[in-house]
């Protein structure tokens, strides 16, 4: 999951991201409100965490414009702003949730998972590809009957793979979804993540049942079946 904090308080703003890293979130940061509606324009999204009181364009304004052009993405308003009708205001512009500060925490990080939960009923929660099942609202995977250990990034790796079976999902496709704006477009830590998790899976590159890697473009769950050309002349 890759989240996007739009957030004038530097300190408040590190802090967020830290914790909300150490949750195996992706995340990238905003400080004001032109840049993080920028940011929102041409990257995808699973949740965004919006300030209202915003230098360069007002919070309000940016949720109108999220709204309006990334319908599906969910907006968690986290501000000062506490009167009943600015709260009013916050909602009926588009927002999910609203939370005022000061606030604890864990409180955010549990409606960030309602939040992410309710957002799976409409997209499917519960992912499988022969004997591999991926549970994204508890977060663990399986592949038989054998739990898999697997660190945030294999798991990401994971969930968009299952979510997108026969595609060819490039390296850069997974750095956008999986890693944040700090992953380096030219390091190999795609390779090195991927290579880890098809140990887990015991999924050997050269007689791989599960992840094939496609010379020059990326990698594929599920080996899409090429038609036979004898069929197509009957």
């Known amino acids: 999951m890759r989240l996007l904090v739009i957030e004038d308080e530097a300190d408040l703003a590190l802090a967020l991201a830290k914790g909300l890293r150490r949750q195996g979130y992706a995340v990238d940061i905003a400080y004001d409100g032109l840049a993080g509606w920028e940011l929102a324009s041409v990257n995808e999204y699973d949740l965004l965490i919006l300030d209202l009181n915003l ?25 000062a702003r506490s009167q009943a009708e600015e709260r009013v205001a916050g909602l009926d512009q588009g927002a999910d949730d609203y939370m005022v500060k000061p606030f ?11 939040l992410l939960r309710r957002d799976m009923r409409v997209r499917a929660h519960l992912l499988q590809y022969k004997d591999l099942k991926l549970d994204a609202n508890a977060r ?38 999986v890693w944040d704006m700090q992953a380096n477009p030219l390091t190999n830590t795609v390779r090195v993540h991927m290579n880890s998790l098809r140990r887990k899976l015991e999924d050997i590159a050269d007689t791989a ?13 599920g080996v899409v079946a090429l038609p036979d050309p004898q069929e197509s002349l009957l």
């Open 209 to 221: 049942c599960y992840i094939e890697t496609v010379v020059s473009q990326g990698y594929r769950l």
């Open 140 to 177: 663990v995977a399986w592949r038989g009957n054998r739990r898999l250990e697997l660190t945030s990034k294999e798991f990401g790796i994971l969930e968009y793979l299952l979510r997108h079976p026969g595609e060819v999902v490039s390296q850069e496709q997974l750095l956008e979804h």
């Open 104 to 114: 604890h925490f864990a409180e955010l990080s549990a409606r960030i998972r309602a």
């Open 55 to 79: 230098p360069e364009m007002d919070g309000l304004e940016v949720c109108q414009r999220v709204r309006i052009s990334q319908p599906a993405l969910l907006i968690l308003v986290l501000t």
